[in-house]
């Protein structure tokens, strides 16, 4: 019977449904672990467009060109003919017309054919020439002139060297900037020793040189960027220390004649995308675990409602009797 009250007597209770506000301190955590997040993708998250745009550059500019062909292209083969003529111009014993960047030689070339921007253009992209360094996974277009906005586009030919087409005393210079947060360049030139390989694509023509000399040098030793005789040379020029760049780094590499046909592949391959961007990934998840880390803050402890008992019954217990 006293069990029978008991039941008759107590409560139940049932859930109250749970209200959401806006909770303004784990929000505050929230945004600044989310920018913190950002701040440290941010490298890798511009590296990935900054290749991906210059893959594009190149892709376009290879869709000008049939590598399966046995010939160049005319366009391409009178592009590559007026480079050395600029060359040659270059080699008799020229100079760098001052805010003009003709080459004024003996050779009996007009100026129109000479001028700096007009040769090596292909109209479109305003690519000069594709550098490839398979050890440091380079892949990189290269525009005429080294200005601060052309470097950061990609690889910038040194006006007043040679063009780079090859040929014997000539020596083309192309710089890049090394360190910089949004792209790699030439950020690790420096791991490049004497025997290492790279390739040229110069309108359709792949050229290999194989790395002969590397040096540190000031600024204004310049020297060794001069055309030697007889020799067919590129350098690749960087800045270093990082962060500091009060030096440059130059690795001169000399022509490998006739281009291998393992560095011909190399030159003509389809420029590589960008690998998977696990930026994405991390940047992703941390905006979920953020999210659900203040959805749950803002929800308002559990809390129950007690469920009025049923009325207790009036009529008097059975008699057991």
């Known amino acids: 019977m006293a069990e029978g009250h008991h039941r008759a007597g107590g409560r139940r209770h049932r859930a109250v449904p749970r209200r959401w506000r806006a909770p303004i301190a784990p929000l505050i955590i929230a945004c600044v672990a989310l920018a913190g997040l950002t701040i440290w993708t941010y490298p890798s998250i511009a590296s990935w ?3 991906l745009d210059q893959a594009r550059v190149l892709e376009n500019a290879d869709e ?11 366009s391409d083969r009178e592009q590559i003919e007026r480079a050395h003529a600029y060359n040659d111009a270059l080699q008799s014993g020229a100079r760098i017309e001052a805010n003009e960047r003709l080459p004024l030689g003996g050779g009996e070339i007009d100026d129109d054919a000479l001028a700096y921007r007009s040769v090596l253009d292909d109209g479109a992209t305003g690519l000069m020439t594709r550098v490839r360094i398979p050890k440091i996974d380079v892949d990189l277009p290269t525009f005429h002139g080294t200005d601060d906005a052309t470097l950061l586009e990609g690889l910038g030919h040194l006006e007043g060297t040679s063009l ?6 000539t020596h083309a210079v192309i710089t890049g900037h090394r360190g910089l947060a949004d792209a790699r360049m030439f950020t690790d030139l420096d791991r490049i020793d004497v025997g290492d390989t790279f390739t040229l694509t110069t309108f359709g023509e792949v050229l290999a040189y194989e790395v002969i000399e590397t040096t540190v040098v000031e600024p204004d030793e310049t020297e060794s960027l001069q055309a030697r ?3 067919d040379l590129v350098t690749l020029v960087t800045c270093t220390p990082l962060g500091v760049n009060s030096q440059r780094i130059l690795v001169t590499a000399e022509r490998v004649f006739p281009t291998p046909d393992a560095d011909r592949e190399v030159g003509l391959a389809a420029p590589e995308v960008p690998r998977f961007p696990w930026w994405a990934v991390i940047l992703g998840g941390g905006i979920v675990v953020a999210g659900v880390y203040v959805w749950r803050s ?3 402890p559990r809390a129950t409602a007690p469920t009025p008992a049923p009325a207790a019954s009036t009529e008097p217990p059975a008699s057991t009797v």
Do not use: N
Request: hydrophobic residues 30%; proline residues 4%.
């Open 49 to 51: 467009f900054s290749q």
């Open 64 to 74: 000008y060109r049939d590598h399966d062909a046995a010939e160049l292209r005319a």
């Open 164 to 169: 780079p087409v090859g040929g014997d005393g």
């Open 229 to 231: 005789e007889g020799r």
């Open 298 to 300: 803002g929800l308002a």
